[in-house]
């Protein structure tokens, strides 16, 4: 398997301007799950997915923030519009099952700059 | 809120040498945590999981659980410098039913 597809690697714009991450789950993997990860807050999930659902997206820091995930092999993270506050490492990671026992498999992620 | 705290590091120790990581987390319903390593640039992979009080050894791996202490640890034996990287506990389960990290501790092997 390739593993968690994500696109772009990295990303520069502007403040105000639109972004859009991209992410390809592992096949097979009903649950997907998006995060943000700086220096000074870590590793932070934002929303996560079961079955292209949206379950708790609590982690979404504002309104700016969308995700959405069409089909069973694709989801995007919107930033609209973006701010230099926005500038991290976004991971999108899936996994076969949530629970007590799951393991998450994380792609490659995408490293935003907001100018 | 549940937290999961790491000292940050830097963690330096010799090749050869074991390399003691510890965690702690606060919500007493945890019920699984995990150790994830992350070299620089790179995303988190999975090397452990522990789900009961004890040990659990893999390897040169072996992670730790004490759950009425509400304390994680991983040892690594026999050091190299391919272990210098980033090591992340992650808790699971409890007031929410995610994953939650924390900050990480950033270790450094020395040849």
């Known amino acids: 398997d390739a593993g968690v597809i994500q696109s772009p690697r990295h990303e520069v714009t502007e403040m105000g301007q639109e972004v859009t991450l991209r992410c390809k789950p592992i096949?097979?993997?009903?649950?997907l799950f998006w995060y943000r990860q700086t220096m000074m807050r870590g590793l932070e999930l934002l929303i996560y997915f079961n079955n292209n659902v949206p379950i708790d997206d609590s982690g979404m820091p504002e309104d700016r923030f969308s995700a959405k995930m069409p089909n069973a092999s694709f989801s995007t993270l919107k930033i609209q519009p973006s701010e230099p506050r926005d500038s991290a490492v976004y991971f999108c990671?899936?996994?076969?099952?949530?629970?007590?026992?799951?393991?998450?498999?994380f792609g490659p992620g995408t490293r935003l700059t907001v100018l | 809120q549940k937290e999961v705290e790491q000292n940050s590091g830097p963690l330096s120790v010799p090749e050869g040498a074991i390399a003691s990581l510890n965690c702690t987390y606060s919500?007493?319903?945890?019920?699984?945590f995990f150790w994830y390593r992350q070299y620089s640039g790179k995303s988190p992979e999975l090397i452990m999981s522990i789900y009961s009080n004890g040990d659990k050894e893999d390897g040169r791996f072996t992670a730790q659980l004490n759950k009425a202490s509400q304390y994680v640890s991983l040892l690594i034996r026999d050091s190299q410098p391919s272990d210098s990287a980033t090591y992340l506990c992650a808790a699971f389960g409890g007031s929410n039913y995610k994953l939650t990290f924390g900050k990480g501790t950033l270790l450094t092997v020395n040849p």
């Open positions: 919500d007493r319903g945890s019920q699984s």
């Open positions: 990671a899936s996994s076969l099952r949530q629970g007590a026992s799951n393991e998450q498999f």
């Open positions: 096949s097979g993997h009903d649950y």
